[in-house]
């Protein structure tokens, strides 16, 4: 495992892959989800990546078993010392606003995330939360609200990092600047989809934010702000020939770019997903891949990433494919 810093020199010690698991306790089952942990810690890592709403879309689920799931292991294992624990507020279905998810997200505003932060607590079994997220844009709230809310939890000591998830890059850069006017602590980690294939230029975002040339050129020029990718490996899309490609990145652009892929990774004696990962990784602006695996084995093929060295000649020829 290598390591980095998290939003800048003075923030916490993290591994430079993430575990997400969003679909622990719903779509994969605890023995399975205990033993996918239990391999990425023994392989050295030790940030992991959860949310008030996971996997809520899910029938018969409600939004609190993937952070259940996840304090159960870490009071079984004696882990959370040793874990950088992330997750997020904001996207979680509240029946105030309507039956239906997700016209009735909770939202960001001042009693939303308070409440939000306490129902997190409680369900991963500890008094404070490393990386705290706001999941999902909520223009309803003026920026401020949200802003001032997320800061007094750090003021509270719930909470340590702040990030943003799924915004816009002018609404990152101005609440970061809102905070830095008033002194207080703002955000300084990203998380956006971010995979080697590029959207279409028209393809529908409805929740989720992609990450754009304009968030890294941001992220390039903020040194304290870290940026993380998830849906990295297109849920089995690049392992998977005969599994058509997301239709937001079906364009003829993606076939060159595939192709590319591919040579690189016979070239290397890898496997396309390593690539990516190894992409993401060592770039000019290097990500924080959020892993999305159902399986030790998975896992495993993510974990070999960290020995992929893409010189500066394949890299290029990824870059401009």
Request: hydrophobic share 40%.
């Given at each position: 495992?290598?390591y980095r810093?998290?939003g ?6 993290i591994?430079?892959l993430c575990?997400g698991t969003?679909?622990?306790g ?7 989800s205990f033993?996918v942990?239990d391999?990425f ?7 992991l990546?959860?949310a008030?709403n ?9 939004g609190d ?7 159960r292991?870490?009071r079984?294992?004696?882990?959370r ?5 992330a ?10 606003r309507g039956p239906?998810?997700p016209?009735?997200l909770?939202g960001l505003?001042?009693?939303t ?5 306490d ?7 500890t008094?404070?939360v ?6 999902v ?5 003026p ?6 809310a997320?800061?007094?939890l ?12 799924n915004h816009?890059?002018w ?12 002194n207080?602590?703002?955000?300084r980690?990203?998380?956006?989809r971010?995979t080697y ?14 990450t754009?040339?304009e968030l890294?050129d941001y992220a390039?020029?903020?040194?304290d702000?870290t940026?993380?990718g998830?849906?990295?490996?297109m849920?089995?899309?690049?392992a998977r ?27 290397a004696?890898a ?10 990784t060592?770039g000019r602006?290097?990500?924080v ?5 159902s399986?030790v ?6 974990l070999?990433a960290?020995?992929?060295?893409l ?8 870059d401009?494919?």
């Amino acid at each position: 495992m290598r390591y980095r810093t998290l939003g800048g020199s003075t923030g916490p010690t993290i591994s430079t892959l993430c575990l997400g698991t969003l679909p622990f306790g719903t779509t994969v089952d605890e023995p399975t989800s205990f033993a996918v942990l239990d391999r990425f810690a023994e392989a050295g890592g030790t940030f992991l990546d959860t949310a008030n709403n996971y996997a809520c879309w899910v029938p018969g689920a409600t939004g609190d078993e993937s952070e259940l799931l996840l304090g159960r292991w870490l009071r079984s294992r004696g882990a959370r010392d040793r874990t950088v624990l992330a997750t997020k507020a904001g996207a979680r279905p509240d029946p105030s606003r309507g039956p239906e998810w997700p016209a009735n997200l909770e939202g960001l505003g001042e009693k939303t995330v308070r409440n939000a932060v306490d129902g997190s607590l409680r369900r991963l079994g500890t008094d404070r939360v490393d990386l705290y997220y706001a999941h999902v844009e909520d223009r309803t709230v003026p920026l401020e609200e949200t802003v001032g809310a997320l800061a007094g939890l750090v003021r509270d000591g719930a909470v340590g990092v702040l990030g943003a998830s799924n915004h816009a890059t002018w609404r990152l850069a101005e609440a970061r600047h809102i905070a830095g006017a008033r002194n207080l602590p703002g955000f300084r980690a990203v998380q956006q989809r971010h995979t080697y294939l590029r959207p279409r230029y028209d393809a529908e975002s409805g929740l989720q934010r992609e990450t754009d040339e304009e968030l890294l050129d941001y992220a390039a020029a903020h040194d304290d702000l870290t940026l993380l990718g998830y849906s990295t490996l297109m849920h089995g899309g690049y392992a998977r020939p005969e599994k058509p490609l997301p239709e937001r990145y079906d364009h003829p652009g993606s076939v060159a770019r595939l192709r590319v892929a591919q040579e690189v990774a016979a070239e290397a004696g890898a496997t396309v997903n390593q690539v990516v990962l190894a992409w993401l990784t060592g770039g000019r602006v290097p990500v924080v891949p959020v892993l999305g695996v159902s399986s030790v084995t998975q896992l495993d093929e993510c974990l070999a990433a960290l020995d992929l060295r893409l010189d500066a000649a394949q890299r290029a020829r990824l870059d401009t494919a």
